[in-house]
């Protein structure tokens, strides 16, 4: 069943690129946006895109509620890079977020997610599916280059396919780089890009990334991507593939992110 969409709705945006191209398109869709920028790398961007732009920090719970009910806020969405670290350092923490953070078994991106959408229908917002503004940006099944892979760094990919999944059923991370049908790094709470750095170290040259759905995707969040970033930690660190989930992956700016690959003799597939 189609979304039916209100006239306005909030956005809550962490860091990179995918948060401009969301508020983009929802204006272009004749909806007004409300935004909660968490980061600061791309709030003059999202300005141009949103009727307002709050500025919170992650941990700032009660003044995000307050914010969206004021603005009367109905529906929202979640999109952008909020790294979980940060529950580490524990900036700006109001007390419902320590409270949230006291009350959690666990602290994996599942469960962070999930309390902050239990929070959110508490007050009467529903958590609109992520990919809702970006469909055009998820990725064929194929080869998307003109670099080919090799048929061992397919072997590679289709292992490494096998290895992600099973990282994710238990949510972990996403993101696993192989070499010669060796697990060389799996993601943890680093990151993609920290997690092709180590890998890529132990690989010397020649690792296969590959970066999954989790079996059980909440696509209201995490939906895995990927863009010029990581392709540029991949050609530092000598690796040769990066292989996805074909319909469940965004590419950021892909046109820009093939070029890149195909100039640096990197492979993209999905499978």
């Keep these: 069943m189609e979304t039916v969409l209100d006239s306005k ?55 995000i509620s ?31 977020a320590i409270e949230l953070l006291k009350q959690a078994k666990r602290l994996n991106d599942d469960a962070i997610m999930l309390m902050a959408v239990a ?26 280059g003109k670099v080919k892979p090799t ?15 099973a990282m994710g059923q238990v949510d972990i991370g996403q993101t696993v780089i192989i070499k010669d049908k060796m697990v060389m790094a799996v993601e943890a709470i680093e990151g993609t890009d920290r997690c092709i750095e180590r890998g890529g170290k132990i690989a010397h040259k020649g690792a296969v990334v590959v970066k999954v759905a989790k079996p059980f995707q909440d696509t209201r969040f995490d939906v895995p991507a990927f863009g010029l970033a990581t392709l540029k930690t991949m050609k530092k660190y000598k690796a040769s593939v990066i292989a996805v989930e074909a319909g469940k992956t965004i590419i950021v700016d892909q046109q820009k992110t093939i070029e890149y690959a195909d100039a640096n003799n990197i492979a993209v597939m999905a499978l």
């Excluded at 969206?68 to 923490?93: M, T």
């Design 119 to 144: 929070e959110l229908e508490k007050i009467g917002i529903t958590v609109l599916d992520q990919t809702i503004f970006i469909k055009n940006l998820m990725v064929p099944t194929g080869v998307l």
């Design 9 to 63: 709705i909030g956005l809550i945006a962490g860091n990179g690129q995918l948060p401009i191209i969301w508020s983009k398109n929802a204006k272009d869709n004749g909806i007004d946006v409300v935004a909660i920028s968490l980061s600061s790398d791309n709030k003059k961007e999202l300005k141009k895109n949103c009727l307002k732009v709050y500025d919170f920090g992650p941990g700032q719970i009660e003044k």
């Design 151 to 165: 048929k061992e760094q397919e072997d590679d990919a289709k292992y490494g396919f096998w290895v992600a999944k």
């Design 66 to 96: 307050q914010t969206l009910q004021a603005e009367n806020i109905r529906q929202l969405g979640f999109i952008g890079k909020v790294h979980k670290g940060l529950v580490l350092k524990r900036p700006k923490f109001d007390a419902k």
